[in-house]
T-cell receptor
């Protein structure tokens, strides 16, 4: 089945850009998602990208998809302390019959 | 606020017991998904219902079952509970079934089995 991998931690300085990376294994993945989870809270859908797109931008967020390498990234411009959270990458396969497959999440740590 | 409501927020129960978790999807959403989040397994898809019928099954144990009612709310039943079932259980909903694009998550129910 699908496997989604993320690094566990990322530390950035406030005001810098954060780039969170994700790799997936199933080339039939049709949609790829980024979710944010703040401490004690649920999952908040940040953005998603169709597999036939290379890039999607939404305010401070930029998603890049390299379908050949099965690599997805989330760039957060001008990182703020409020961006401190766990970021999950998730994929949905063609047909979507298995729900979303999530990575383990990347803890984004903001340094002042 | 995602519009998905889960109750209760916290639940503490003993091993061997049975609990029911409840989820109300966003207005207009026909699909409900259940996920389990634990420290060792991460977020795992359990089961999906679409308009009252089971649509897809993930890593759901036989001790667990779910249903979706005519008003589209869903319940996840966990029985013969074990310590390892302690986790955060999320419900998500989306408009469509298979090729929907956005799934919105509730705040979760934190289950502690003692």
């Amino acid at each position: 089945g699908e496997d989604v991998e993320q690094s566990l931690f990322l530390s950035v300085r406030e005001g810098d850009s954060s780039v969170i990376n994700c790799t997936y294994t199933d080339s039939s993945s049709t949609y790829l998602y980024w979710y944010k989870q703040e401490p004690g809270a649920g999952l908040q859908l940040l953005t998603y990208i169709f597999s036939n797109m290379d890039m999607k931008q939404d305010q401070r967020l930029t998603v890049l998809l390299n379908k050949k390498d099965k690599h997805l990234s989330l760039r957060i411009a001008d990182t703020q302390t409020g961006d401190s959270a766990i970021y999950f990458c998730a994929s949905r396969q063609r047909g979507g019959a298995d729900g979303l497959t999530f990575g383990k999440g990347t803890h984004l740590i903001i340094q002042p | 606020d995602s519009g998905v409501t889960q109750t209760p927020k916290h639940l503490i129960t003993a091993t061997g017991q049975r609990v029911t978790l409840r989820c109300s999807p966003r207005s207009g959403d026909l699909s409900v998904y259940w996920y389990q989040q634990s420290l060792d397994q991460g977020l795992q898809f359990l089961i999906q219902y679409y308009n009252g019928e089971e649509r897809a099954k993930g890593n759901i144990l036989e001790r667990f079952s779910a249903q979706q009612f005519p008003d589209l709310h869903s319940e996840l039943n966990l029985s013969s509970l074990e310590l390892g079932d302690s986790a955060l259980y999320f419900c998500a909903s989306s408009v469509g079934g298979l090729e929907n694009t956005e799934a919105f998550f509730g705040q979760g129910t934190r289950l502690t089995v003692v």
